[in-house]
């Protein structure tokens, strides 16, 4: 799914005294299985654009040649909003169903996706997001945080959407399930060609998995760069360094020949090699 910000202007009570900017003269392009990475605050709204909820108040959102702007009418809504899932999972009751099986059909048909087999649909999107069979009749509400976040990812795959939106999804996670998951979005782009949008304001969540990142600041897009944005001080003027960046620009600084990684492994494999 090809996503271009034209000009795009996002400001919510204008002019009094609880305006609250968002997004302000944004221009940017998200292509076709690409996996995106903002950083910034209130980024949520990002998601809520791409799914019509909000709509700019100047500029334009354009989703696969179709036009979105203040005022503008959009034939079929539904079938636009298909085509985008938004893993939102800061919201406090994030299911409605009490056990994952409905929870999961529930979804597929609010977004009008039928499959042959129901509960083999089902199964199939746990496996993927690392559940199994035994957690299909479960109530999604008592499980774990971690669990629970499977569960709407697994929610969000099961129709199949061709961009997957992630606000603020690592939190909370340990390094483990943070590798796990970015391995499952890379496969999910290399394999199936989703683009994935990654909502953030760590940039340490950001690494060894999206291809490019925009910065945004009280509204402005104020930097944007590819994977050695990570390594760019101008980055760190709008949110906190990363630690694997801090400990590799000190040992560099101590004349150590390690190179920029941004995978820790391989950092630590460097690192066996050249500092003693």
């Known amino acids: ?5 034209n000009n795009l202007t996002l400001i919510d009570n204008r002019s009094s005294s609880i305006e609250k900017k968002y997004l302000e003269n944004i221009n940017l392009d998200i292509h076709k299985g690409e996996i995106v990475g903002f950083l910034g605050d209130n980024l949520d709204v990002i998601g809520k654009l791409l799914l ?13 040649n179709v036009s979105i702007k203040r005022n503008s009418h959009i034939d079929n809504i539904n079938a636009l909003r298909k085509k985008t899932g ?10 409605l ?17 039928k499959v042959s087999n129901v509960t083999k649909h089902v199964s199939d999107s746990l ?21 629970q ?7 969000v795959l099961s129709y199949n ?4 939106i992630l606000d603020s999804f690592f939190d909370g996670m340990v390094f483990k399930d ?9 496969k999910l782009k290399n394999k199936f060609g989703k683009t994935i949008i990654v909502l953030e304001n760590n940039p340490s969540y950001l690494f060894n998995l999206v291809d490019k990142v925009f910065v945004i600041n009280n509204g402005l897009l104020v930097l944007k760069g590819e994977k050695d944005i990570f390594y760019n001080d101008k980055l760190y003027k709008y949110v906190n360094i990363a630690p694997i960046v801090e400990f590799t620009k000190c040992v560099q600084a101590m004349d150590h020949n390690i190179l920029e990684y941004t995978d820790i492994k391989e950092l630590i494999k460097e690192i066996y090699r050249h500092v003693g």
């Open 127 to 147: 496996r993927i997001v690392g559940l199994d069979d035994s957690f299909i009749d479960r109530d999604p509400n008592k499980l774990s945080s971690i669990e």
């Open 97 to 113: 169903e009490n056990s994952v099986k409905k929870e999961i059909s529930t979804t597929m048909k609010n977004y009008n996706y």
């Open 86 to 95: 938004f893993v939102y999972t800061s919201i406090k009751n994030k299911f």
């Open 178 to 186: 943070i590798e796990n998951f970015k391995k499952l979005f890379i």
């Open 149 to 155: 976040k499977r569960v709407l990812l697994a929610c």
């Open 52 to 64: 019509l909820i909000k709509r700019p108040n100047k500029g334009e959102i354009i989703i696969d």
């Open 161 to 164: 959407p061709e961009t997957i």
């Open 1 to 5: 799914m090809e996503i271009t910000f």
